[in-house]
């Protein structure tokens, strides 16, 4: 059997893990995460759409869950290095292609449809933009990507 890609695994993080989800998001992987996602919630869930459950409860073992990730550390940087390591996952391509919020997958917007969406200054100083059709939040990548890109070689994972 072949290791599957990144681009296959899709994951379900319980709702300990909040900010290893938008790390995850971030990194392009397809991530549900919520209040409701934990025990059997979270269970349901992932069999539903066939995700990978990320959890740190301990008692989730009793529930007889779909294949899971046990998370170690309480630290999200040593939770992603885990999560990439563990499923083979290739950080670099596709970055930034998630919403941080929702998990939908962003979609390119003119500049012109975003003027009165973001603040003057970024307007003015940004050529490119993306937007979530879910919940419109609007990016723009230079100046999220960089601080991004920055965290990311301080955990060492790119
Ligand atoms: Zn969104």
Same mark, same amino acid.
């Given at each position: 059997?072949?290791?599957?890609?990144?681009?296959?695994?899709?994951?379900?993080?319980?709702?300990?893990?909040?900010?290893?989800?938008?790390?995850?998001?971030?990194?392009?992987? !397809?991530?549900?995460?919520?209040?409701?996602?934990?025990?059997?919630?979270?269970?349901?869930?992932?069999?539903?759409?066939?995700?990978?459950?990320?959890?740190?409860?301990?008692?989730?073992k009793q529930k007889q869950?779909?294949?899971?990730?046990?998370?170690?550390?309480? !630290?999200?940087?040593?939770?992603?290095?885990?999560?990439?390591?563990?499923?083979?996952?290739?950080?670099?391509?596709?970055?930034?292609?998630?919403?941080?919020?929702?998990?939908?997958?962003?979609?390119?917007?003119?500049?012109?449809?975003?003027?009165?969406?973001?603040?003057?200054?970024?307007?003015?100083?940004?050529?490119?933009?993306f937007w979530c059709p879910?919940?419109?939040?609007?990016?723009?990548?230079?100046?999220?990507?960089?601080?991004?890109?920055?965290?990311?070689?301080?955990?060492?994972?790119?």
């Open positions: 059997m072949t290791a599957p890609t990144s681009e296959q695994v899709k994951f379900a993080a319980d709702r300990m893990l909040g900010r290893l989800a938008r790390w995850l998001r971030v990194l392009g992987q !397809d991530v549900i995460y919520g209040r409701h996602l934990s025990g059997y919630g979270l269970i349901h869930a992932a069999r539903a759409e066939n995700r990978l459950i990320l959890t740190r409860d301990h008692g989730l869950p779909p294949k899971f990730i046990f998370i170690e550390s309480n !630290d999200y940087r040593e939770q992603l290095r885990q999560v990439i390591r563990e499923c083979g996952l290739r950080p670099g391509e596709p970055l930034f292609t998630r919403c941080l919020e929702c998990n939908a997958v962003l979609q390119p917007k003119s500049k012109e449809s975003v003027e009165k969406l973001v603040p003057p200054y970024v307007f003015s100083t940004q050529a490119e933009f879910q919940c419109r939040r609007v990016y723009w990548p230079a100046t999220h990507h960089q601080k991004m890109l920055e965290e990311l070689g301080n955990i060492g994972v790119l």
